[in-house]
């Protein structure tokens, strides 16, 4: 069984461009995630989805950050414009379900740094 | 706001010695994961502890719950280099049955051969 997919794997940008992170679950996850990891830290979690519905985007910075699961299946994080402060790692994970006890999937994330 | 502190940050050991990793919690929560991450590599699950007392064991890993004094342990028992890497707990607050999980700080664990 094929694990979480992300792409790309690493990006480096110059402050005020945009940027785009993919994400494909495993198949048949309903449940994906999107986390933020900064150098030495644990993730953090910036949104979840059920399906192709934010259930919770509470963590999301929203002046310029996206994402979208159109169809419920890949999933696509965006920065608009993308700030110094953005440079870390951006893990996404699938589960089952998003009930508790349920194990998260993580893939290998996309590393972005932001010059 | 839920805090959720892990010690030691850093952890050298040598190979065949025991030892423990504490996850400490501000807020009541029954729910409790624990992860290991190589370097450069992403997260793997280790542990899902779902009640107060649950313990769980893998090998050389052995991890439980005091929900009561909101404190969950990762103990390792002769430890091994292959250990080596960082451990996160990540603390479930999440509501109506739903995951939504705040991970600790990592514990970085060296193994020394």
């Known amino acids: 069984e094929a694990g979480v997919v992300q792409s790309p794997r690493y990006k480096i940008i110059e402050k005020k461009q945009p940027v785009a992170f993919w994400c494909n679950p495993i198949?048949?996850?309903?449940?994906l995630y999107w986390y933020r990891q900064n150098l030495g830290q644990g993730p953090e979690l910036l949104i979840r989805?059920?399906?192709?519905?934010?259930?919770?985007d509470s963590q999301l910075p929203k002046d310029r950050f996206s994402a979208e699961r159109l169809k419920g299946v890949d999933s696509t994080l965006k920065i608009q414009p993308a700030e110094l402060g953005d440079s870390a790692v951006y893990l996404c994970?699938?589960?089952?379900?998003?009930?508790?006890?349920?194990?998260?999937?993580f893939g290998p994330g996309t590393r972005l740094t932001v010059l | 706001e839920l805090k959720v502190e892990q010690n030691p940050l850093f952890l050298s050991m040598q190979e065949g010695k025991n030892y423990t990793i504490y996850c400490n919690y501000s807020?009541?929560?029954?729910?409790l994961y624990w992860y290991r991450q190589d370097p450069g590599k992403s997260l793997e699950s280790l542990f899902v502890?779902?009640?107060?007392?649950a313990v769980k064991q893998e090998g050389r890993l052995m991890a439980s719950l005091d929900t009561k004094a909101r404190l969950s342990t990762l103990h390792i028992t002769a430890a091994v280099h292959d250990l080596s890497a960082t451990y996160f707990c990540?603390?479930?607050?999440?509501?109506?049955?739903?995951?939504?999980?705040?991970f600790g700080t990592g514990t970085k664990l060296q193994v020394i051969p």
């Open positions: 198949s048949g996850h309903n449940t």
């Open positions: 502890l779902l009640s107060n007392g």
């Open positions: 989805y059920e399906n192709e519905e934010a259930v919770d």
């Open positions: 990540a603390v479930d607050r999440g509501a109506g049955g739903y995951q939504k999980v705040t």
């Open positions: 994970a699938s589960s089952r379900t998003g009930l508790a006890g349920d194990e998260q999937f």
């Open positions: 807020t009541t929560s029954d729910r």
